[in-house]
């Protein structure tokens, strides 16, 4: 069944509006497009590493800022602005992000790399809330939020593969993010096809809907459970040089990663109505505080191997649940629109806190404070299930 067909058996279930199969399948591969980057940032970082145009410690800069630049601008465009004119503002940030995309082929200093890539983040996070505003109107959301995950890691897959292959092989990180900006002025197709004007969400209170303890403590407990990926994964080449793992095969283990992280994403497609959201975000937390528990007690190869491919699975397979959380924590969905800044400070985030921890050449706190930020993450989720418990239904 394609995403267009479950799209269509999905209308009618829409608390505002009603868009077509067509229609959501256009949003979701819009919100897409703005992270195609995560997918793509070991392919694309690496290179300009390797080529020599930024050191280490100005990749990490590169990276970080256009993380905390999606999160920012998706979370600017879901509460500032109106959900109008959709395809013309799709529009608008997709030849925005192609610019973006095109001036970093061309940066000539770390400095315009850093600028470069701020922008791109910034139209990237608008592009996700493309996405987010439709999927926060659907009476299913963390269905249509699976969906959107499969989506968008199945094109940073296929992408991957094509840049790795092809664009970066011929013409070096400078073809690759020509392509990726060819692959964004394409998707101007998709932006002529999305709901024009989305009906209108209850939410004249705006940012008062998420200065409540229950959708505060929610989105602190995405927060910090996406602390614990972004840690383990910034820092995975050095934490298995450390165990005498070399770095071709972490580079194997995170292809691999990418490939667990589509089955957990459609596992949790499948699964997201038979479990019920409490269970899965604490079951998933213990299983990520003892696999980043045994990063730090110095595995063997095949356990190393194992873990990482379990941390792939769990990363996307959480996102529908948490977005049931933030639903059940605020019925008028506003906190839904913040899911993704939620989750993607906490990616930008958890590699500066664990870097602060770093001793010399030893990295084992790193997977230590991931331990730490995941069991964070369930004892918010206990926090967020008392008061919610407390709250008369609506």
């Given at each position: 069944m394609t995403v267009t067909d479950v799209a269509q058996a999905e209308n009618g279930d829409w608390l505002v509006g009603n868009p077509t199969g067509l229609q959501l399948a256009s949003a979701l591969w819009i919100g897409?497009?703005?992270l195609l980057i995560l997918g793509l940032q070991p392919v694309l970082l690496g290179a300009l590493y390797a080529e020599g145009h930024v050191t280490g410690d100005e990749l990490a800069l590169v990276a970080t800022a256009e993380m905390i630049a999606i999160a920012i601008g998706s979370a600017i465009v879901a509460m500032l602005l109106p959900a109008r004119n959709m395809r013309w503002k799709s529009a608008l940030l997709l030849v925005l992000l192609a610019l973006a995309n095109f001036w970093t082929a061309y940066a000539g200093s770390p400095n315009a790399l850093i600028g470069a890539r701020t922008l791109a983040g910034l139209a990237e996070g608008g592009l996700v809330a493309v996405a987010t505003e439709l999927i926060a109107r659907s009476r299913r959301a963390e269905r249509i939020g699976g969906y959107f995950v499969t989506v968008q890691t199945l094109a940073q897959c296929a992408l991957a593969l094509l840049l790795a292959l092809?664009?970066?092989p011929a013409?070096?990180?400078?073809?690759?993010?020509?392509?990726?900006?060819?692959?964004?002025?394409?998707?101007?197709v998709a932006a002529w096809i999305v709901p024009d004007d989305y009906a209108d969400?209850?939410?004249?209170?705006?940012?008062?809907?998420?200065?409540?303890?229950?959708?505060?403590?929610?989105?602190?407990?995405?927060?910090?459970?996406?602390?614990?990926?972004?840690?383990?994964?910034?820092f995975l080449e050095p934490l298995g040089g450390e165990f005498g793992i070399d770095g071709r095969t972490v580079g194997l283990m995170v292809s691999a990663s990418l490939a667990a992280q589509v089955v957990g994403a459609m596992t949790a497609t499948v699964l997201e109505a038979r479990i019920d959201y409490r269970f899965a975000i604490a079951g998933i937390g213990a299983v990520a505080a003892i696999s980043s528990a045994l990063l730090?007690?110095?595995?063997?190869?095949s356990v190393f191997w194992a873990v990482v491919l379990?941390?792939?699975?769990?990363l996307l397979f959480i996102v529908p649940y948490q977005i049931r959380m933030a639903i059940t924590a605020d019925e008028t969905r506003t906190a839904v629109l913040l899911v993704p800044a939620?989750?993607?400070?906490?990616?930008?985030i958890?590699?500066?806190?664990?870097?602060?921890?770093?001793?010399?050449?030893?990295?084992?706190p790193v997977p230590e404070f991931a331990a730490a930020s995941a069991l964070a993450s369930v004892a918010l989720l206990g926090v967020f299930v008392l008061v919610a418990r407390r709250r008369v239904p609506a």
């Open positions: 897409s497009v703005g092809c664009a970066v013409a070096g990180s400078a073809g690759g993010f020509i392509a990726l900006g060819i692959v964004c002025l394409l998707s101007l969400l209850p939410k004249e209170e705006h940012l008062s809907n998420v200065l409540t303890v229950p959708a505060i403590a929610a989105l602190l407990s995405i927060f910090c459970y996406f602390m614990f990926f972004g840690a383990v994964w910034a730090a007690s110095g595995p063997a190869l379990v941390m792939g699975f769990i939620a989750q993607l400070f906490g990616l930008a958890g590699p500066i806190a664990a870097s602060l921890l770093i001793d010399g050449e030893n990295f084992r």
